[in-house]
């Protein structure tokens, strides 16, 4: 059994922390709190044992009555690997502070840079990079999307160059910080940081990136256009994507024309927090250019609270030395119930 720890249990690291109790090769030593919240309550109901990451958190758990389990370097000496959900550049500084002296692995995600630990990781694309590695960054939800439908049609038809533009969400649906309310947003930074983060990962993918924020809280949508160096047509490429783990292919017919319509059917199918961690692609709107057939255009919705946790899961076995990639996104789809 691999035993794993959780700091930072917030949108990603409650999802982890549940998606490692699901797996019957690792244990869920526990997960950490910063503060006392509802994450905390339900953190306890579930019977997660809860470690504080300073005196501040330990005082204001007691003083709700929750009494902690113990502190952070309790939790330390007795996990394998940490999945650093914090945010940002917590994840980097843990590192130096707590993971390298205590000997122990940690995976950071995309809110850290790729030089924090070196390697960036999307289980389908590049599992064996992270096999037996100390430091790896689970990327982004966006870059988790990109990944995931690129690394198919690369496969396939070989991609001359790729531009993509990210609607993304303004906040997370319980996040009362963020926005904006009521405009649209433009990165002004040409390309995005998506583009290159891709890169992290799909290493000789030519693509560039733009990006703006919308006032909607459920999933980010992409679109793209791909130069491809083999000839292609439409129907050959919904095949590849219905046939490529992760991606879920969704029709005009099922009405699901919309990211709120995509999030609906997700709790319907029962799914854990109304999750969706594949990524959505429209059949209706792939289209290929109808003269040389080598320009691709698709749009594919991304669940952002969602798609990177089966990541974090078959990135915890390739550290831990598992080195059988189609087998452990097998078994991580399979806990998920994804097909
Ligand atoms: P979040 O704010 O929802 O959760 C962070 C949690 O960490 C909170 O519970 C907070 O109390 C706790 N925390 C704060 N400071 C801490 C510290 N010093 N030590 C330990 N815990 C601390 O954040 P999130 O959205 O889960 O993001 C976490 C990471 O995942 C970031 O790198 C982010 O970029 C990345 N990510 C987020 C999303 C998303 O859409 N939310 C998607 C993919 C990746």
């Known amino acids: 059994m691999i035993k794993v720890g959780i700091n930072g249990y917030g949108t990603i690291g409650k999802r982890v922390a549940d998606a490692v109790a699901m797996q019957k090769d690792m244990k869920l030593v526990g997960v950490t709190a910063h503060s006392y919240s509802f994450n905390t309550e339900v953190a306890k109901q579930k019977r997660y044992r809860i470690f504080t990451v300073s005196s501040e958190a330990e005082n204001e758990l007691k003083a709700n009555s929750l009494k902690p389990d113990g502190n952070f370097q309790n939790l330390l000496d007795e996990v394998d690997i940490i999945v650093d959900a914090a945010p940002r550049k917590v994840g980097k500084e843990n590192i130096g502070k707590f993971y390298k002296p205590n000997k122990i692995k940690a995976i950071v ?72 309310i009521n405009a649209i947003v433009p990165v002004l930074e040409m390309p995005s940081h998506h583009g290159p983060d891709v890169q992290s990962v799909l290493h000789n993918v030519e693509i560039f990136t733009t990006a703006l924020s919308v006032p909607s809280t459920l999933m980010h949508l992409h679109t ?79 669940h952002q609270e969602s798609d990177v946790i089966p990541e974090n899961i078959d990135c915890i076995r390739a550290m831990m030395g598992f080195n059988d990639g189609q087998k452990s996104i097998q078994m991580t789809n399979k806990a998920f119930g994804i097909k």
């Not at 000839?231 to 017919?253: P, Q």
């Open 109 to 180: 995600q995309g809110g850290e840079k790729h030089e924090t630990a070196g390697i960036s990781f999307v289980a389908q694309c590049n599992y064996d990079e992270a096999v037996n590695k100390d430091f790896v960054r689970v990327v982004s939800c966006n870059t988790t999307g990109l990944c995931r439908t690129l690394d198919a049609v690369n496969k396939k038809y070989g991609i001359t160059s790729v531009h993509a533009t990210m609607i993304r969400r303004g906040a997370d649906p319980w996040d009362i910080y963020h926005g904006p």
């Open 224 to 302: 793209l256009t791909v130069d491809i160096k083999k000839k292609a047509g439409v129907n050959d490429v919904i095949e590849l994507f219905k046939n490529s783990t992760r991606i879920r292919l969704i029709r005009n017919a099922e009405h699901l024309r919309s990211t709120a319509e995509i999030m609906e059917f997700a709790r319907d199918m029962g799914r854990l927090r109304g999750d969706m961690p594949e990524i959505c692609v429209w059949q209706e709107a792939i289209g290929i250019t109808s003269n040389a057939h080598n320009k691709l255009l698709y749009m594919q919705a991304v």
